[in-house]
């Protein structure tokens, strides 16, 4: 995913949230949007830092070609409230046949989504 992130000038740091935030940066929290992750996702975000943190934007990756289950979708919208924003990666099939996130940026689909994704969290 930090690839992903990665533009013309942005840089991307991957950290550990309970260290601080370093100044300037936007927390980006990344999810599998099955039933379980957001479940465990509400968990980790009940425990996100308040006073000095900013609040994350949440990245949602699908993972099947159908809607997300029922519990998922609830979850999603009762932590609208704890992060900044949400966006969704759709399920992309050329990502199951690459060896790392950087070779999947070679196919179309999974660059526009690149594309997409960094606009959507205005980088």
């Known amino acids: 995913m930090a690839c ?27 999810c599998r949007y ?15 830092p308040t006073g000095g943190v900013p609040r994350p934007w949440l990245v949602l990756m699908r993972d099947a070609p159908l ?5 998922a979708r609830f979850r ?21 046949s690459v060896d790392s996130p950087e070779e999947g940026l070679t196919f179309r689909v999974v660059a526009q989504a690149a594309v997409r994704l960094r606009r959507d969290l205005g980088l």
């Open 4 to 30: 992903w992130l990665r533009g013309d000038q942005t840089t991307v740091y991957e950290f550990n949230v309970a260290g601080g935030v370093p100044p300037g940066c936007m927390p980006v929290v990344v």
């Open 76 to 96: 999603r919208r009762a932590l609208g409230a704890r992060v900044l924003g949400v966006t969704e990666v759709p399920y992309l099939v050329p990502l199951r």
């Open 34 to 48: 099955t039933a379980q992750e957001m479940l465990r996702l509400t968990t980790y975000l009940a425990s996100w």
């Open 67 to 71: 809607p997300p289950p029922r519990p």
